[in-house]
């Protein structure tokens, strides 16, 4: 029996812990497979009917229980996204814990409680362990369209932790139509990689739509993005742009914690 | 400044009545209630499962009891169909929820780019036939309130409000959203009375705590506060909080708070109190602009009528240009038909030119 996870969760607890029940819910569907197969065979090539008619039930019980409560420790993984917009994070950390600690047959709910995690360590500032679990994450689904949301976390935290080329290679891997949702996340971090490296005609392509999308964010997030932009448009000798996107972040937040937070802005309201 | 004097203004001439520039285009719903009742999830379905699964059993059962060669071969065949149909039946239903979800999402992504013309029809067309669950049900109800109050069909909105809070009873952070919406609706639909109501209702709600606590309370409620941790259960606050509640809100009660004065500062200014609608918008402009985001525009607009009955024109134009920096001018004229005469007085602030 292994030991329950601590509270906070250890990004690298939860890895591991994930790992040995992603094994163990791998070998349990083996096995189980396995007895079907044998029931199936003992019935038809050995004519062995009552002990292969017994395997198979007991097989297909076996999976059936095992389903059940899978699906049972899984249960609070729902409550998770509410309880994260409703900024309960003590209330979920103790679900997911319970969730990577509970048996699970299939590695869903499992990649579901890491992904989670993640988004609460990105809610709590803790980006090193959301690049931790993220990069964890990518490790059972890789592919580009169905990935899409955790890429944008590590994107993200590796932005926030100063890491280019990860923010970059996972940025160009990011593919297909996602959700507002994800394109949104995705324009703002695309943004904030082109001015963090000096990409001030890539950062400003397609600025209506940009400046659309920016409206849709939560204040804070829309400013900084609309700082940018116009720190973009300055560097470009759009200073039509600069002034009008200046203007709009003024009316949205106090600079003073934007500047605070990316240095990089100060240089706009110098101006 | 008049906008006359504006040689960029994109404002029809003075002579010419004023009015929105832009309006969505109509889509006629019909009676809401007709898409109310059609979507209500049908139980077609719900014990189809039980029923597959109950005669699969049966068949099993009496397969491994029975002694007749004929009969085995047969109730084998018959388990293997029943089998194969339970899958496909699963499958098939999964599937439709699956869809159901992501059509949802796509009118909800529309709504929020105001692609209305797209969204209604699609909305329309998803609300005519049972839904697959309830909770895509209410969901899409508040979709259609949302996109009906847009259209400005506040009467109809206030239709699918009600039947989400009367009837279904929605709350948490969705039934904060639901209430700022009938508030809202049942001022532009000019039920002064009930929009009074409307807004204590949600203030005893933020001063219970807002809606994280009403969450919690539900569960309570609904005995889910045994799977919680011990402890926690001291978070909910029994009774109001002693600290002003602008300075606590936060995440989805930020919205809620700053929706609840948005409400408020329209109140104030369609029922003629000029001087409380200014000195709410001053008191609660960081409680705006932090919860609203863009939509801080609105209370911009608002309070430059306020300004503008009050005879100060310098502080109106300066509010007006705010509003129009940060949202499309045609989309405040469309929401609020008191903004609708400052543009003859005012210059907006347009975008600059690409």
């Given at each position: 029996m292994m030991a329950a996870l601590p509270i906070p969760i250890p990004a690298d607890r939860a890895v591991a812990r994930a790992r040995v029940a992603i094994l163990i819910g791998t070998l349990v569907r083996a096995v189980i497979l396995c007895g079907i197969v044998a029931g199936l065979a003992m019935v038809?090539?050995?004519?062995?009917d009552f002990a292969g008619t017994v395997t198979l039930l007991a097989s297909v019980t076996l999976w059936l229980m095992l389903t059940i409560r899978t699906a049972r420790n899984q249960q609070g993984l729902r409550r998770v996204g509410l309880l994260l917009e409703t900024r309960r994070y003590d209330e979920a950390e103790q679900v997911l814990a319970e969730t990577l600690d509970g048996f699970s047959m299939f590695r869903a709910p499992v990649l579901q409680a890491l992904h989670h995690l993640a988004g609460l360590r990105r809610a709590q500032q803790k980006f090193d362990q959301t690049r931790v679990l993220s990069a964890e994450l990518l490790r059972y689904d890789s592919r580009p369209q169905s990935s899409r949301a955790v890429r944008l976390l590590l994107a993200e935290s590796a932005l926030e932790l100063d890491d280019l080329h990860t923010a970059h290679a996972t940025l160009t891997q990011i593919a297909g139509e996602g959700t507002l949702r994800e394109t949104m996340k995705l324009t703002e971090l695309q943004i904030d990689y082109c001015v963090r490296v000096g990409a001030w005609p890539q950062a400003l392509e397609n600025l209506p739509w940009k400046i659309e999308l920016a409206e849709l964010l939560p204040a804070e997030s829309a400013a900084q993005v609309q700082a940018m932009l116009a720190l973009a448009a300055l560097k470009l000798q759009r200073h039509d742009w600069a002034q009008w996107l200046r203007r709009r972040v003024e009316l949205l937040v106090d600079p003073n914690p934007l500047i605070e937070r990316r240095p990089i802005l100060r240089e706009l309201f110098l101006q | 400044m008049s906008v006359d004097e504006s040689p960029t203004s994109p404002l029809p001439p003075a002579s010419s009545a004023p009015g929105p520039a832009e309006l969505p285009p109509i889509q006629p719903f019909g009676d809401p209630m007709l898409l109310i009742e059609s979507s209500r999830p049908t139980t077609?379905?719900?014990y189809a499962g039980t029923v597959v699964t109950a005669s699969w059993v049966a068949v099993i059962v009496a397969w491994v009891l029975g002694t007749n060669v004929g009969v085995q071969i047969g109730l084998q065949a018959v388990a293997w169909i029943l089998t194969i149909s339970g899958w496909v039946l699963a499958w098939s239903l999964n599937a439709a929820r699956r869809a159901e979800a992501a059509e949802l999402v796509a009118i909800e992504d529309l709504i929020a780019l105001k692609r209305y013309d797209q969204a209604g029809p699609r909305l329309h067309w998803l609300l005519l036939r049972p839904m697959r669950t309830h909770e895509g049900r209410l969901r899409a109800l508040l979709l259609l309130a949302t996109l009906l109050s847009r259209m400005m069909h506040y009467d109809d909105a206030l239709v699918v409000y009600n039947e989400l809070i009367d009837t279904e009873r929605v709350g948490g952070p969705g039934g904060a959203m639901v209430k700022l919406g009938r508030a809202m609706a049942l001022l532009h639909a000019d039920h002064l009375y009930d929009a009074d109501r409307a807004i204590n209702e949600l203030r005893r709600l933020i001063d219970r705590g807002g809606a994280g606590a009403e969450l919690r309370q539900m569960e309570i409620e609904a005995g889910l506060e045994e799977e919680l941790p011990d402890g926690?259960?001291?978070?909910?606050?029994?009774?109001?909080?002693?600290?002003?509640i602008d300075t606590v809100a936060s995440g989805i009660d930020a919205m809620t708070l700053a929706g609840l004065r948005l409400v408020e500062l329209y109140r104030d200014v369609k029922t003629g109190h000029t001087a409380e609608a200014m000195e709410l918008f001053h008191t609660h402009r960081d409680t705006l602009r932090r919860g609203l985001g863009h939509r801080v525009a609105e209370a911009h607009a608002l309070v430059a009528v306020a300004y503008d009955r009050a005879n100060r024109p310098a502080d109106a134009a300066r509010a007006f240009a705010d509003a129009t920096a940060l949202q499309p001018m045609p989309e405040l004229l469309n929401r609020y038909v008191?903004?609708?005469?400052?543009i003859a007085k005012y210059a907006p602030t347009p975008a600059p030119a690409l």
């Open positions: 038809t090539a050995l004519k062995l | 077609t379905f719900r926690l259960d001291s978070e909910l606050p029994t009774e109001p909080s002693l600290q002003p008191e903004v609708r005469p400052l």
